[in-house]
């Protein structure tokens, strides 16, 4: 996944990683003007890519706020989508939704293994959790870590294998494991967003003992 998007891709990059936003922190974000970002985002709402909808707050003038359109978010490619579903399509018809679980439980111990390897050395969460962000970018997942008051919440804006999760959320619960693992039995995971139920990204609050 490219993270030095072309100028004018750079609005529908800030749409995905951050969500819907109104056009003045959009400007503020690009470093342009609010005209400028006007102009780019009429010019993709063209292309479909974006679109805008009126939020009313209070007693204000309603504010519009620019997010990505279906067309948009498939600028982020699955990962050889088509021929995922198909083969685990393929694999439950002929041989049982055992073989797929199978696989996916094969898949989360070399994951555990790698991640291991990947965060080897490091002792305290927040370097796990960092760690763990960069190597889960590279892996095209657009993720990021925020720290909070009370720990961290590592952010996953993108799912280069939603397809797969969406055939079989095994996937998703196997992630899930993975992440247990990997940052050690004094470290609390929960996911409080999730692709597949609607949210426009995955995130998960992560806490220490």
């Known amino acids: 996944m490219n993270n030095n998007p072309a100028e004018n891709e750079k609005a529908i990059w800030l749409l995905k990683t951050r969500g819907p936003q ?4 959009i400007a503020i ?5 609010v005209e400028g970002a006007r102009f780019q985002l009429l010019k993709l709402a063209n ?6 909808t009126t939020e009313s707050k209070g007693r204000g003038r309603p504010q519009q706020i620019w997010g990505l359109t279906s067309a948009g978010h498939a600028r982020f490619p699955d990962t050889h989508a088509e021929l995922t579903v198909k083969i685990l399509n393929t694999m439950r018809d002929t041989l049982g939704q055992a073989a797929i679980q199978t696989v996916i439980d094969a898949n989360e111990k070399i994951g555990i293994l790698k991640y291991k390897a990947d965060l080897k050395g490091l002792t305290d969460l927040e370097s796990k959790v ?3 962000a960069e190597v889960r970018n590279r892996e095209g997942y657009m993720a990021e870590y925020k720290k909070e008051d009370d720990g961290y ?3 996953e804006n993108h799912c280069p294998i939603c397809a797969a999760a969406t055939v079989c959320q095994g996937f998703c619960q196997s992630e899930l494991n993975t992440f247990k693992t990997v940052l050690g039995k004094n470290a609390h995971i929960k996911r409080v967003d999730h692709i597949l139920a609607g949210a426009r990204r995955c995130a998960y609050r992560i806490t220490g003992s």
């Not at 109104?22 to 922190?25: F, N």
Request: negative net charge.
């Open 29 to 33: 974000e690009l470093g342009i003007t």
């Open 153 to 155: 919440l590592l952010i």
């Open 130 to 132: 960092r760690q763990l």
């Open 47 to 52: 292309e479909g890519l974006v679109q805008a």
């Open 22 to 25: 109104p056009l003045t922190a």
